[in-house]
């Protein structure tokens, strides 16, 4: 795992030491926002626009009736700090109260003041001219002490910029590059450190100079450079004096600080058309110089690829230096003008490079439609005709809705090579209703587009019929210009069905119409006389059965001897009846289970009864 790692881990690093930024800070647009801060009423504010300002070496008006008359807290030491320096920068220490300095006095005889305290204590003291530390040593220990108990980059800034006043600026050369290790990675490609622009710039700018004023070279790596460089290009858009003055001061010193990191944009456009077939690039530092020590020709563009297919279209073709213009240079692009499309470049200059995507963009022709009114089912054949570009076809086209639109036409470059685009649409609209219906155009196998509109699936979104324009649209990203082209008139009838339009929809809505169920209808039955006929058939058997026994008669004979022997003889032809009657009951009320229920204890009864007088009939006959 680790040998697959190693080699990704070195890939990675070198991208980004190789790497460029692709954006400048924008010198004037900052220097536009401080000079407007110097007419604000805010102590902060005059002060950051009065310290950028100066450090553009812009020409400062007199702000000394301001500085006089401005209103400040005289208990807060970062506003005291504020006024006594933006005197200092101004040239109006003489505008200043005496009584300014007591809030800085106080701060510094107090036992528990913070670094930040102590930095705005001291500069407020410097910028009049009392800021003299006599034990240096004593200081710097104090300083470390409370850097001790919190150590966050700001704090190193504070103790850092004391030390460039206290001359102890080799305990910060021993010390910038840890606390420039402590600095936070946003996606692996900008660095700035905890506390934001503020304490980025405060840190960046101490550690710069105070390398500079020892004579050693830069603690920054060149990627250090590089994303410090990407952070404060994601912060340009800052709007008050303070952001301004901060970020001016950080792209200051990150642009002198050799090598200094590169950057490229587009000067102006990011495409070529047939009419031009160049791209300008501005090869930069962060502030928009020039890079020193870049020769022209190490501006090149290693490669170009088309984004759709990857297929490489140049390589290693320099680029020229504009004459008079020395961060600006040309690429040629005129070879791959005829073939529009999206294209990745790959630049370098010196040692670095960066990808930036280019469009060529392409014109479009569609030199005619070929237009035709069918039936759907095909039965005729349409009726076609052909306009040609710009015009508009002479008679309007009617169709109903069992009718179809079909539209034909071929899409062309420059050079009258058939091309794809990537939408192409078929507007129907009515400038009555303000009602519209798009459909996509497909290519066929041939390059052609065609579509059909069927003017039934059209009714449910322009509702109404009547007259509506027909718009060929075709766009595409690398399109210098899109086309809209109207071209014919189109008179639509929905049919019978749809004349209302709106109705047809609205009627999803509200209550539905009760579902009423019919049965199915009984069948015929047959005459009054063949079912009485069936009925007597029927019931037959039974009649002759009752005939027999009138004609046989009853025969108690072997009925057996009163009182107690009869018992069981009886109770057999009573429960044998009742079960008969329990049938009947089961014809004409009873359900089967309730039957059941009444039958088994007059089945028990029968059972024992019927065996009981079978015995004894058995006992007599065997007697005789
Ligand atoms: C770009 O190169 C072509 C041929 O190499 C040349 O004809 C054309 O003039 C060049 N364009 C510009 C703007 O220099």
Sequence with gaps: ??????????????????????????????????????KSNDISSLYFSIKGLTQLKAKLPDVCDIIKKIKYDKT???????????????????????????????????????LQEIYFAVYALKAVGRGSVFDKEDALKNLIQLLKKDDSPANYGYVFALCEHMGCAAWTSTHAESALLSADETDGRALHFDGGLPVTSFLLTTILRSYKSLGKPSPLSAEQRHKFGEYLLSRRSVT???GAALLLDAALHLADD?????????????????????????????????????????????????????????????????????????????????QHGLYKISLSAGSKSANFNIAVLGE????????????????TSPKITTVTYPNKLSEKLHADHLQKVTLKFA????????????????????????????????????????????????????????????????????????????????????????????????????????????FRAAEARPARLVSDVFALACAAPLLLLLLLWARLGLNFQLFPPLPLPALSALLFHLALGGSL????????????????????PLGAVTFLAGHRLLRRLGDKAARH
């Design 76 to 114: 807060n030491i970062e506003q005291v700090f504020h006024l006594t320096n933006a005197a200092a920068l101004s040239g109006c220490q003489n505008s200043l109260m005496p009584d300014v300095l007591s809030a800085p006095t106080l701060v510094l005889d107090r036992e528990d003041t913070t």
């Design 411 to 518: 899409a062309r470059d420059k050079w009258s090579k058939a091309v794809a685009v990537q939408q192409a649409f078929v507007r129907v609209a009515s400038a009555a209703t303000g009602r519209e219906a798009i459909y996509v155009a497909e290519t066929d196998s041939s390059g052609a587009y065609k579509v059909d509109l069927h003017v039934s699936a059209m009714a449910p979104h322009l509702l109404a019929g009547g007259a509506h324009d027909v718009t060929l649209l075709l766009g595409d990203s690398a399109l210098a210009a899109p086309l809209a082209w109207t071209c014919a008139d189109l008179e639509l009838n929905f049919g019978r069905d749809r004349a209302l339009g709106e109705p047809a929809v609205s009627a999803r809505r509200g209550p539905q119409a009760e579902i009423a169920h019919t």
């Design 258 to 338: 050799q090598p200094t990191p590169i950057a490229i944009v587009f000067k102006d456009k990011k495409y070529i058309t047939s009419e031009s077939d160049t791209i300008e690039f501005s090869v930069t530092d962060l502030i928009g110089r020039p890079i020193p020590n870049l020769r022209p020709d190490e501006v090149i563009a290693q490669s170009g690829t088309r984004l759709a297919d990857d297929v490489v279209v140049l390589s290693k073709q320099p680029l020229t230096q504009k004459p008079n213009e020395p961060t600006t240079f040309i690429l040629n692009l005129s070879k791959i003008k005829a």
């Design 581 to 600: 009657a329990l049938y009947a009951l089961l014809w004409l009320q009873l359900s089967m289970f309730e039957t059941l229920r009444y039958l088994l």
């Design 1 to 38: 795992m680790s040998r697959c790692l190693i080699p990704l881990l070195v890939l990675s690093l070198l991208a980004v030491s190789n790497a460029i930024l692709q954006g400048t800070v924008d010198i004037k647009r900052l220097q536009g926002i401080l000079e407007e801060g110097l």
């Design 240 to 242: 008050s004096p303070r």
């Design 364 to 379: 479009i022709q569609v030199s005619n439609i070929e237009i035709g009114v069918g039936d759907i089912d095909g039965t």
